[in-house]
């Protein structure tokens, strides 16, 4: 399995982005989708999980609950991460993981 995340950038307080996270392989839609992120000078943290295509059962860390929302498009081979209301504390590096498998990562500043 390849994953790859994208959609990153520079956002204003307040703004809004979608990270995509792209999987390879006829698997991806069998996998727990994961995203986690990894704030300057802080260790990796859980933030997000969709369950496979079975159910889509989404969970979040209380940090982002009720301000991201993910979802997945099995047919794209595609997670997503919705990220809405966004904070200063929300600048990292952004990671989604599914079968083991960690993406590059994409960064995410948010800064006025």
């Known amino acids: 399995v390849y994953v790859e995340e994208s959609g990153g950038g520079l956002v204003q307080p307040g703004g809004s982005l979608r990270l995509s996270c792209k999987g390879s392989?006829?698997?991806?839609?069998?996998?727990?989708i994961h995203w986690y992120r990894e704030p300057p000078g802080r260790e990796r943290e859980w933030i997000a999980s969709?369950?496979?295509?079975?159910?889509?059962?989404?969970e979040y860390h209380d940090y982002v609950k009720g301000r991201f929302t993910v979802s997945r498009e099995n047919v794209k081979n595609t997670a997503y991460l919705q990220m809405d209301s966004l904070k200063f504390g929300d600048t990292a590096v952004y990671y989604c993981?599914?079968?083991?498998?960690w993406g590059q990562g994409t960064q995410v500043t948010v800064s006025s």
């Open positions: 993981m599914a079968g083991g498998f």
């Open positions: 392989g006829p698997t991806f839609s069998s996998y727990r």
């Open positions: 969709i369950s496979s295509s079975s159910d889509e059962k989404t």
